[in-house]
């Protein structure tokens, strides 16, 4: 079973940008489609971003598109999500999650089976 530990998080200003990592170890990487998530205060957990293993096609959400960008270091085991022109309303704890497999797009929470602890961005204005 793979693990994930995120790391990255921090305060930024309205405009700046943060990169955020996840290292998975326990697993074979390469079999895993990879995803962000994120939480707001008083809000659920929605989708930021996914990529598919074998072929690397990312997908995101619509709030992040053109901002954000998720990318993967199979020597490094790692999951990487570039986050440019922050917004305050990117404010929340952002968690990294997994699934086996190889060539479906996920992007439903329920469709990942493992996660790490979170990492938290805080955007100021």
């Known amino acids: 079973q793979v693990q994930l530990v995120e790391s990255g998080g921090g305060l930024v200003q309205a405009g700046g940008s943060l990169r955020l990592s996840c290292v998975a170890s326990g697993g074979t990487f390469s079999t895993y489609a990879m995803g962000w998530f994120r939480r707001a205060p008083g809000k659920e957990r929605e989708f930021v971003a996914t990529i598919i293993s074998n072929s690397g096609s990312t997908f995101y959400a619509d709030s992040v598109k053109g901002r954000f960008r998720i990318s993967r270091d199979y020597a490094k085991n790692t999951v990487y999500l570039q986050m440019d022109s922050l917004r305050p309303e990117d404010t929340a704890v952002y968690y990294c999650?997994?699934?086996?497999?190889?060539?479906?797009?996920?992007?439903?929470?329920?469709?990942?089976?493992?996660w790490g602890q979170g990492t938290q961005v805080t955007v100021s204005s």
């Open positions: 999650a997994a699934r086996f497999s190889l060539s479906v797009r996920l992007t439903l929470e329920s469709q990942y089976n493992t």
